[in-house]
Nanobody, 122 residues
């Protein structure tokens, strides 16, 4: 299984980025997908997750209203649209997959992707 994240970069405060995570080696529609992030010196934290069909999405309070998670099962990719970015959003962002929603909720999914760096300057 591979989860290949991309789309990170450096933006100014208030800017936008769109992260993508292309999955392979698994039946994508069987998996809940999530995004997590880890800032320097901090623990990894949940950002957003989306259900198998894409019908339900959940967000951390810190990103609610600014970030949108979506998925396209036809191309086995999950996205994270990040708007109104703040310096506090600076982190390495990771995508993750698990068959069970609970595993994503508690931050222990079976599969992790490599991270992509997001840097927001003030």
């Amino acid at each position: 299984v591979q989860l290949q994240a991309s789309g990170g970069g450096s933006v100014q405060s208030g800017g936008s980025l769109r992260l993508s995570c292309a999955a392979s080696g698994l039946t994508f529609s069987d998996y809940v997908m999530g995004w997590f992030r880890q800032a320097p010196g901090k623990e990894r934290e949940f950002v957003a997750r989306i259900s198998w069909s894409g019908g339900s999405a959940f967000y951390a309070d810190s990103v609610k209203g600014r970030f949108t998670i979506s998925r396209d099962n036809a191309v086995t990719t999950v996205y994270l649209q990040m708007n109104s970015l703040k310096p506090d959003d600076t982190a390495v962002y990771y995508c993750a997959a698990d068959r069970l929603d609970q595993k994503i909720r508690v931050g222990s999914p079976i599969y992790w992707g490599q991270g992509t760096q997001v840097t927001v300057s003030s």
